[in-house]
């Protein structure tokens, strides 16, 4: 095998063993920003949770209020069709 078949098979070894590696790197940061993604999630939901069950009668007058905007936001669009 001549040298430069072989310097070129040991740049691609190298350049696969790179780009695998930045996979990795990449393959794991995603999944440490989705637990991040999930855990603040889950402490939304606790607090909702919290409020909700401090303040139900202003938990269901801010569900109406948003249901009824956006209902009347909907009705807008589709009447404009």
Known sequence: MSERTQSARETLGHAIERGKERGREWYRDARDRAADMRDRGREQLDRTRDYVGDHPLSSVLVGFTVGALLSALLA??????
């Open 76 to 81: 807008i669009v589709l009447l404009r069709r």
